[in-house]
């Protein structure tokens, strides 16, 4: 009988004397009935070909015991010598079963035999066991440098080095599996709205603005160099000038950055850019999208928090005054209270730092709305119960993010100020005032940061997170069953660049501004707001895009802005300037960070979690090595000479 690996029953032929290899036998002639996670009691008494790796093995009773690993699961193997109806061959493979280690692949060919009541409930298959007639070693393995076992304690090191017995653990396992699904779910999605899903060039021309790009020699023409894309912005506009009307891409992303906990060299998107469409309309499909995804994936209906399926909407300047980023938390609340006016009004409030801040607003150094200095408090409830030594070690913290300090101030129930440096000098009408916009109460303590916006933002962001986290309002990592999603919109076109001491395109010089700002772009750049848009899912941010800028007569008001000139712009965007030139219709998109997406989904720690094979911090993949110094030869031909750097 030919073997039909889809219902598992007799599937064999005869053994016939002259009998090939083992190996041969299981690969030509038994084929695989099922996977080691599928069998349970109602398969009973079928004979079944298993393949897989040894997860673990025990030699008791006068049996060898086997926990067979695939994909699928773990199946328990029984090896009995005295299993009767089989001639020798459950004897032999006994012998051989008393060999086999760990992690070797192995072929078996028995029968499915009920565990009775001394079943295991943690496996799936724990019902049953397969009793082994026939055993094949396909390969043997080196013992292993870490147990492939579900929680290890092993160096994240040893892992990346031999990621292939990494990738065997299920928590791996689970993660890539999630990668798929989302890779699956966002096929269908987009090819049912009549998305094409159409590819780009990875090698592409050098363009500024944006992340630094790894740069790839051309031998050919020595001496110059493609640029690796750090996303398929430009192209997948060129796709909207061309028509394609709708465009989707799943594509690797390159970028050349200083690698912090959560980012990649190479990482994944989900890119989008359709034509005709506003802001809105781009949040639909992605909404639609995610809540695709969710349902294909986790089983999860987000319309229960969204009935309406829409995410909430924040402007950026919101964001940043109330959480100080643009990619708020919001499972828990704790905002941030914005103290800059009342410090202005009451000239410091007698408070030294606080006059310093005040006298430059007042003497018309710093502006109001575009603030240079800003001072900030954030309350923690008397009922954290945080001790002096806890918020001693706040201090701490904050300092590790470029803060000078942490001022802190107890509210009595006179609404007095205790254990604080400010509590002396500051007037009572401040006093008041900041408790009244706090709302801190008795026992409440209050937490202050004042000077540089970006530093005072940043630290009390992080200071919000960390505490929220130490007070148990979000867990340490995953979602804790939460999914809170939130669109940060309208922030400004442009950011100055303090180093420069110009203005820089925020995102890039191609997002359209709003309409009513445009009048702005000459007299005050800074004000001047736009439509690009981030996804963000719980304090992440998972997305990003925009409006693009296609009137060619605001682009050219943008590029004077940024300090391009006619030239320089046409050096470096010529054919994309060209392209909009040529009827390019209205157009928008948005790229949605596929790891970030994976590792929130999956509730995995870090990104390299959901990444087949990762970088580390410093950029080396741990297994093969890369990046290595190039043979003399391959330089000589790129005409490419290393200088070493200065020990
Ligand atoms: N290309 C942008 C990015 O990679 C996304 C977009 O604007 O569509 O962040």
């Known amino acids: 009988m030919l073997a039909d690996p889809s219902n598992g029953v007799a599937f064999w032929r005869p053994l016939v004397s002259e009998r090939r290899t083992d190996l041969a036998r299981f690969i030509d002639e038994l084929k695989r009935s099922h996977r080691c996670g599928d069998l349970r009691a109602a398969d009973e008494g079928k004979e079944v070909v298993l393949f897989g790796w040894v997860a673990s093995y025990r030699d008791h009773g006068g049996c060898v015991f086997v926990d067979l690993r695939d994909r699928e699961g773990i199946t328990q193997l029984v090896f009995d010598p005295d299993r009767k109806g089989h001639g020798e061959l459950p004897r032999q493979s006994y012998v051989t079963a008393q060999t086999v280690r760990s992690e070797w692949v192995i072929g078996v060919r028995g029968v499915v035999v009920s565990r009775g009541a001394n079943k295991n409930p943690k496996l799936a298959t724990g019902e049953i066991e397969v009793h082994v007639v026939e055993l094949s070693v396909f390969n043997k393995a080196d013992t292993p440098p870490f147990e492939v076992a579900d929680s290890i304690d092993t160096s994240e090191e040893k892992r990346l080095a031999h990621r292939y017995l990494d990738l065997r653990r299920a928590p791996l396992q689970k993660t890539l599996r999630v990668r798929h699904r989302i890779n699956q779910a966002t096929r269908r999605y987009f090819d049912e709205l009549g998305f094409l899903e159409l590819e780009t060039p990875v090698m592409v021309k050098h363009t500024p603005g944006g992340a630094r790009n790894f740069l790839v020699p051309s031998r050919t023409q020595a001496g110059k160099f493609y640029a690796l894309a750090e996303s398929p912005q430009l192209y997948k506009q060129l796709y909207m000038v061309a028509g394609f009307d709708r465009y989707f891409q799943i594509v690797k992303c390159f970028r050349d950055e200083d690698l912090r906990l959560d980012r990649q060299p190479e990482f994944t998107q989900i890119d989008v850019e359709m034509s005709f469409v506003n802001q809105d309309d781009v949040f639909r499909v992605i909404e639609g999208l995610i809540l695709r995804i969710w349902k ?171 505490l929220a986290k130490r007070f148990g309002f979000i867990p340490e990592t995953g979602h804790g069953g939460t999914f809170n999603f939130l669109w940060v919109v309208d922030p400004p076109l442009f950011e100055f660049d303090d180093e420069s001491k110009h203005w820089v395109a925020a995102h890039h010089a191609f997002t359209r501004p709003h309409d009513a700002d445009v009048a702005l772009l000459e007299t005050d750049p800074g004000k001047v707001l736009c439509h690009r848009y981030d996804l963000v899912l719980n304090g992440f941010e998972i997305g990003g895009g925009s409006i693009r800028l296609h009137d060619p007569a605001v682009q050219a008001k943008v590029f004077a802005a940024l300090g391009i000139d006619h030239d320089e712009a046409r050096s470096k965007f010529g054919f994309l300037l060209d392209a909009l030139r040529f009827g390019a219709p209205p157009h928008g998109g948005i790229a949605i960070g596929m790891d970030r997406l994976a590792m929130l989904l999956s509730g995995a720690e870090s990104l390299r979690d959901v990444i087949p094979f990762p970088k580390t911090q410093k950029g080396t993949d741990l297994m093969t090595d890369a990046p290595n110094k190039a043979a003399p030869e391959q330089l000589a031909e790129l005409r490419i000479r290393v200088v070493e750097a200065p020990s």
Do not use: C
């Open 296 to 466: 294909d994936v986790l089983g999860i209906d987000l319309r229960a928090t969204y009935p309406e399926g829409r995410f909430p909407q924040m402007p950026f300047a919101e964001s940043m005054q109330l959480y100080g980023n643009d990619k708020p938390d919001l499972r828990f609340g704790m905002p941030h209270a914005d103290l800059t006016d009342l410090v202005i009004e009451q000239g410091g409030g007698g408070v030294p730092f606080f006059k310093d801040i005040a006298d430059k607003y007042a003497s018309g150094r710093y502006r109001r709305d575009l603030p240079a200095e800003i001072v900030k408090a954030m309350v923690v409830p008397a009922s954290a119960n945080l001790s002096r030594t806890e918020a001693d070690k706040l201090e701490d913290f904050v300092k590790g993010m470029g803060a000078k300090g942490l001022a802190r101030a107890k509210v009595d129930p006179q609404g007095n100020w205790t254990q604080s440096p400010l509590a002396k000098s500051i007037a009572p009408e401040l006093r008041l005032a900041i408790n009244a916009k706090t709302g801190a109460k008795d026992g409440d303590l209050l937490l202050f940061q004042f000077g540089k916006a970006s530093t005072v933002h940043t630290v009390m962001a992080n200071l919000r997170v960390h």
